[in-house]
């Protein structure tokens, strides 16, 4: 009785059985739910030995996912162990009513998949090990994950069951809860979410990415890719920190995505880059535990025992929060992948993008945000090869979000040259920023371009911002310091460009704070014996109709000296002061 008649049978009658029934009486004396395990066992789908009814039970939820039937469990889910008023005197049959005995379950089958990840990974990522007949296998086990990931979110969300403790299950790792491409730092400890949940994620996300490197073909069988070896690699890599540490831009972006996975729990070591092969990358990024500090699950409240029905409101909302912030952590692991795959020529950009799109949902220009960075990183080898990445960058310019880019895209721009593209990228960013590094850098830009009113209006912005972001004990020196620097920079800009545009800055609609800085500039200027500043003193009062202060101005500096006036003797008389230059006409 185990042909596919039988087991079709079977499979429909697990379908329509109603999970509250499984510990009802069937017409045959014994429970529904020995009565379907008995015909599973008949089947072949299942193992005809069980010791026990906690046994049976995970056998027939095995059954369920295996034959796309994984909503079962999470019904059960609903039905039976969100139900209160089920109870017994049984102690294992309390336990079939309790939320744990489906966490344990899923926690067994995610260290199978584990295992099973662990085995292809170790097989490499060549067209032998992931591509053939290997496709189907993959797309069934992340079928399986992803069901598996369903249930462990409904399980985090249950209202009697606090999340296990980190540990609880072999091959379960904690939370990987943390900043995104945008973000700042990891999740408070309160808001981590519970093991199973993170480890479904993480799993989840590695089957995805080997299914994707597995439909993309034959190109992993070079572990330097586009390099001639592994040491050539490694010469590149040191070639762009030393550029990028001489150009000023405060280092590469490949840094600051591994600073961001050290934050998520990554090792220091599985982020040596380049790796040696790819599958040890993809081991660390989607398949290793984090070493420490990387999340975990919330412990149950005092007092309530991890699985009693009663335990853990608040620990479940806390999982509730991180759950909604998991996504985000993937972000850097995966612009880490796809800074890799460009970088050693393993795929094509476009090919890139298309998989980022289909396998994870990343919009295009985030992925295209990600290889940007990959160029710009590349640029700073400052050879052939480095120039032509910089033009493919500025390419890449209308094809990703600005906003969502670091600040550092900009000013590497700006730092080689490139000022059409760091242009598109600060119109495509907010104006809001206060600090004064980025707003240094936004009024470079402009005046290279030879935008003077929008880099003054620029710089309003953002002294604004500044006044309305700044705590009170600290906003009276912010908002005098800001303004002579930029101010300042500003007015350097003008005087050092030919023609000089200093008189097009001083007719400019300075407020309070601001004209204090111009003054301040000026006098400083005129001080050091700038005739140029010397004269735009007084004329920058007269432009405002300020006569009395323009005249104060004039009369503080030597401009007899300065303009090289003197006495002179008249021809045939005494010796008269003459008014005499062009400058004053």
């Known amino acids: 009785m185990a042909g596919p008649a039988a087991q079709l049978e079977l499979l429909e009658a697990l379908a329509e059985t109603p999970p509250r029934a499984y510990l009802q009486r069937a017409p045959s004396e014994q429970s529904v739910l020995r009565e379907l395990y008995q015909q599973a066992a008949e089947t072949d789908l299942a193992a005809r030995s069980a010791p026990d009814d906690i046994a049976r039970l995970h056998a027939l939820f095995d059954v369920a996912l295996d034959h796309g039937l994984g909503g079962l469990v999470r019904d059960y889910l609903a039905e039976v162990c969100s139900d209160r008023l089920l109870t017994s005197s049984d102690p294992v049959e309390a ?105 479904a994620r993480h799993l989840v996300a590695c089957a995805r990415v080997l299914a994707w490197l597995g439909q993309a073909g034959s190109g992993f069988e070079r572990p330097a890719g586009r390099f001639f070896s592994e040491q050539e690699w490694r010469s590149v890599a040191a070639k762009r920190r030393e550029g990028a540490a001489a150009a000023g831009v405060g280092g590469l972006f490949l840094a600051d995505l591994a600073a961001e996975l050290a934050r998520q729990g990554v090792t220091e070591a599985a982020l040596a880059y380049p790796p040696p092969t790819p599958d040890r990358l993809l081991s660390a990024l989607f398949l290793a535990p984090p070493a420490s500090g990387g999340g975990g699950a919330s412990a149950p409240p005092a007092g309530k025992p991890a699985g009693s029905k009663g335990a853990g409101a608040k620990a479940t909302a806390a999982a509730g929060d991180a759950s909604a912030a998991a996504p985000a952590s993937q972000d850097a692991r995966l612009a880490l992948l796809a800074y890799y795959l460009s970088d050693g020529g393993f795929l094509t950009a476009g090919a890139i993008v298309q998989g980022l799109q289909a396998h994870f949902g990343v919009p295009a220009t985030s992925a295209n945000g990600w290889l940007m960075q990959q160029l710009l990183d590349d640029c700073h080898t400052a050879d052939a090869a480095g120039m032509q990445s910089l033009h493919r960058a500025a390419a890449l310019v209308p094809a990703v979000d600005g906003a969502a880019l670091p600040h550092k895209a900009l000013q590497v721009f700006a730092a080689r040259g490139q000022l059409d593209a760091a242009l598109s990228l600060l119109r495509q960013r907010p104006e809001s920023t206060v600090r004064l590094d980025e707003a240094s850098v936004a009024l470079s830009v402009r005046l290279q371009n030879g935008l003077l009113g929008e880099a003054f209006i620029g710089l309003r912005q953002h002294l604004a911002a500044v006044a309305a972001a700044a705590p009170p004990a600290a906003a009276a020196e912010l ?40 003054v301040g500039w000026l006098e400083a200027q005129a001080a050091g014996g700038r005739m140029e500043a010397a004269l735009m003193l007084p004329l920058f009062f007269l432009m405002r109709g300020r006569t009395t202060e323009a005249l104060h101005a004039y009369s503080g500096h030597e401009f007899d000296r300065v303009l090289g006036l003197a006495s002179a003797p008249r021809r045939g008389g005494r010796g008269k002061r003459r008014l005499g230059g062009s400058a004053y006409r």
Request: aromatic residues 4%; hydrophobic residues 50%.
């Open 95 to 199: 336990f079939l009513l309790d939320a744990e005995c489906v966490r344990r379950w899923v926690q067994k089958l995610l260290a199978v998949s584990r295992g099973r990840l662990a085995s292809w990974l170790a097989r490499g990522l060549s067209g032998a090990a992931l591509g053939g007949g290997s496709a189907g296998v993959m797309a069934k086990e992340l079928g399986r994950l992803q069901m598996l990931q369903l249930i462990a979110e409904a399980l985090a969300h249950q209202p009697g069951a606090a999340p296990a403790p980190a540990g609880a299950s072999a091959g379960t790792t904690g939370g990987f809860v943390g900043a995104g491409s945008g973000g700042t730092g990891s999740a408070a400890p309160a808001a981590a979410e519970p093991a199973e949940l993170a480890e």
């Open 479 to 518: 908002q005098q310091r800001h303004p002579q620097l930029l101010l300042g920079q500003l007015l350097q800009f003008a005087a050092t460009t030919k023609p000089s545009a200093v008189h097009a800055v001083a007719r400019l609609p300075f407020g309070g704070v601001e004209e204090q800085a111009v």
